[in-house]
């Protein structure tokens, strides 16, 4: 397992944007495909973004075109620029590590490393 801590988050305006961080420890992050989630008030957690081991990238539909996804093996860490920010995109984001590196998982019940969460709230 690897252990991963977020940064990034912040209060912004609607049609701003933002980049999540999430740094990783160990020595294997390269072979772990790397996950993006959020979860609102009231709502279950949600699958946001996913990069796989040879960073091939899946999105959610309603983030397509907004959010990118991104890894940099060196520094151990994956991304996530959130461009034309909504007021729904409103969240605590969490990024996750899934050991299967070329998985098409988008359920959360596959990863099994967590990071503590960031806040990511859009005014209107």
């Known amino acids: 397992q690897v252990q991963l801590v977020e940064s990034g988050g912040g209060l912004v305006q609607a049609g701003g944007s933002l980049r999540l961080s999430c740094t990783a420890s160990g020595r294997t992050f390269a072979n772990y495909a790397m996950g993006w989630f959020r979860q609102a008030p009231g709502k279950e957690r949600e699958f946001v973004a996913l990069?796989?081991?040879?960073?091939?990238?899946f999105y959610r539909d309603s983030v397509k075109g907004r959010f990118t996804i991104s890894r940099d093996n060196a520094k151990n860490t994956v991304y996530l620029q959130m461009n034309s920010l909504k007021p729904e995109d409103t969240a605590v984001y969490y990024c996750a590590a899934n050991r299967w590196g070329d998985t098409s998982s988008t359920s959360a019940g596959d990863f099994g490393s967590w990071g503590q969460g960031t806040q990511v709230t859009v005014s209107s």
């Open positions: 990069i796989r081991w040879i960073s091939i990238t």
